[in-house]
Structures are given as C-alpha cells and as structure tokens.
C-alpha cells in the first residue's frame, strides 16, 4: 500500500514562509503527475500546483510567482515552497499522484493523497 505523507505545515503571519514536504514510501515521485491541492472550510479541494515531471508546473493564478513546486525522485518526495503567505492562502494541503504522466485540475482524477498539513495565515 503506497502511502503519501506531507509536513511541513504551521502558523505563519502574512509575508512569511513555509515549505511543504511529501514522501511516498512508493515509487511514485519518479514517473507520475504529482501535485498538492488545499481545501478550506466549506470549499471544494482546488489543485494549487502541478508537475507532470516532464519539466511541465501548472499554477494556481492565484499563487503564481509565490509558490513553487519541485520534486526529488531520488528522495521520493514532492516539494511546495510557499513565499509571501497571504491569509487567504490558509487551508488543508495535500499532496496527490494521479497515476498518469499529464496532469489535470480535478481531484478525481488522483489516485492517491496523503492525510493534509494544515498552513494557517495572520494578517
């Protein structure tokens, strides 16, 4: 059972940073679309970033140019750095592989995702 865990989450004021972390204990990282989607209370999951590992990041207009997305296929792992928070960055995040080299924004189509960090913002 592959399983996918995020950190890296916490309380920050409005300008900082944080840098989210996800594991796989599978070979995911190295061939598939991964990406982290956030949730806030009483709104759909929406995808934030996305890396088809083709060299291909899709942004959330809403984040671009704040938040980058990268992975290390030697670690397993997917990374979310997230500059100048603002507070309506503040959500649930996670982390997803859709088992498919193109990505996509609905989060039907993930086949698997970690348990959430939370990342909370002050104005």
């Known amino acids: 059972q592959v399983q996918l865990v995020e950190s890296g989450g916490g309380a920050v004021q409005a300008g900082g940073s944080l840098r989210l972390s996800c594991t796989s204990s599978g070979d995911l990282v190295t061939y598939y679309c991964m990406a982290w989607f956030r949730q806030a209370p009483g709104t759909e999951r929406e995808r934030v970033a996305s890396?088809?590992?083709?060299?291909?990041?899709l942004y959330r207009e809403s984040v671009e140019g704040r938040f980058t997305i990268s992975r290390d296929s030697a670690r397993q792992t997917l990374y979310l750095q997230m500059n100048d928070l603002k507070p309506e960055d503040t959500a649930m995040y996670y982390c997803?592989?859709?088992?498919?080299?193109?990505?996509?924004?609905?989060?039907?189509?993930?086949?698997?995702w970690g348990q959430g960090t939370q990342v909370t913002v002050s104005s």
């Open positions: 890396d088809d590992n083709y060299g291909r990041a």
């Open positions: 997803a592989v859709r088992k498919n080299t193109l990505c996509a924004s609905d989060p039907t189509l993930y086949s698997y």
